[in-house]
């Protein structure tokens, strides 16, 4: 491929046991020579996916199987965290220490950190939590969020998370609301092609999405939401395209109002095809 050089490093939090958008968001991280990998964590489930015990293990597991079939090395482990909702007090887990350690480590090469979480931001509370002087040390990119944010899944899951770590002052936050990541669509026709036709990786996310096991209240139309993917203009791409608005300077808070669906789908497709 023509030489690209990394622009930042990034850590992933998602629910990986919910919607398979977050697994599709990962791949394309994965597959992005513009940001390096660092950490990948895993988060709980909302409980509309079914008994929350063990979810956050499981999801653990099918990022990492993720990444073996795209076979990369780095991460080699995803960290889980606890399956219950953030409760205030000091509380340990894997995922919160990758978190720590990632945001602890000497960056390298210069390049800035970013944590994308794209789900319930209970890892993100209990990391700061524990180490409140990492909040300097990156930026959040959360997929989270809305006007009414109790009408939100990933704000709604862990209201509690969601406000402490918003109300952190010394924590640079960009947002992708509801009003802007449910915009990011695509056909379910071209993903089923794409997934058919992109090697073993797209194979593996074919199988996924026909496999849902989902409630019996969920409807599947033309459109799937790949919600998850929008901080990939922060990430592997670039937010030229992007519009936004900004308030503060130390930290900022920036919170986007529209993204170019096109271009992150484009990049994705090839990326996955150029890998199969």
Known sequence: MIRVEPKCRVIIDNDWAGDPDGLVGLAHHALSAANRIVAVTASLTNPM??????????????????????????????????????????????????????????????????????????????????????????????????????????????????????????????????????RIVAPVAELDQLFRTAGPAGTWLWELFHGLDVPDFVKFGPLWCLGDSAPLVVTGLDDVTSTFTEAGTHPVRRTYTAVDTRLIMADFAAKLRLQG
Do not use: M
């Open 49 to 182: 996916f079914g008994p929350p015990e063990g979810r956050a293990v499981a999801g653990a597991d099918l990022a990492a199987e993720l990444l073996r079939v795209l076979k990369l090395t780095a991460p080699s482990t995803v960290h889980a965290g606890p399956d219950a909702p953030f409760t205030g007090q000091p509380r340990e887990s894997a995922a919160a220490r990758a978190i720590i350690a990632a945001a602890a480590a000497p960056a390298g090469a210069g390049l800035p950190l970013i944590l994308v979480c794209a789900g319930p931001l209970t890892n993100v509370a209990d990391a700061l939590l524990l180490e409140p002087a990492i909040a300097s040390a990156f930026t959040l990119a959360w997929v989270g969020g809305a006007e009414v944010n109790g009408d939100e899944y990933n704000y709604f899951t862990d209201p509690a998370a969601a406000e402490f770590v918003l109300g952190n002052q010394d924590l640079a936050v960009w947002q992708f609301p509801a009003e802007t990541y449910r």
